[in-house]
């Protein structure tokens, strides 16, 4: 099982709000807030909170779009990355 953190737009207030699921994919962390938060549509920002592993993030311009992954690896950041030779 994933925990799943999808932050959106509320489009009565206009103030970020999130949504954490704990499921096994992605599609299925965007079906339950489609189950539990429906009725509009909203540009989605979906992240995969992982223990001891980097948090995986996705993006989407609705709730039935594509989802596209933002940081597919990251690990340059952190100084994981060590060349041949050295």
Same mark, same amino acid.
């Given at each position: 099982?994933?925990?799943?953190?999808i932050?959106?737009?509320? #489009?009565?207030? /206009?103030?970020?709000?999130? &949504?954490?699921v704990?499921? #096994?994919? +992605?599609?299925?962390?965007?079906?339950?807030?489609? +189950?539990?938060?429906?009725g509009f549509?909203? #540009?989605?920002?979906?992240?995969? +909170?992982?223990?001891?592993?980097? #948090?995986?993030?996705?993006?989407?311009? /609705?709730?039935?779009?594509v989802?596209?992954?933002?940081n597919q690896?990251?690990? &340059?950041?952190?100084?994981?990355?060590?060349?041949a030779?050295?």
């Amino acid at each position: 099982m994933n925990i799943w953190k999808i932050e959106y737009r509320e #489009p009565i207030c /206009g103030g970020n709000r999130e &949504h954490v699921v704990k499921t #096994p994919t +992605l599609m299925n962390a965007v079906a339950d807030f489609n +189950l539990h938060k429906g009725g509009f549509d909203t #540009p989605l920002r979906i992240t995969q +909170l992982a223990i001891g592993d980097y #948090p995986k993030t996705w993006t989407m311009q /609705g709730r039935y779009s594509v989802p596209r992954q933002v940081n597919q690896d990251q690990s &340059h950041k952190w100084g994981l990355v060590w060349k041949a030779g050295e």
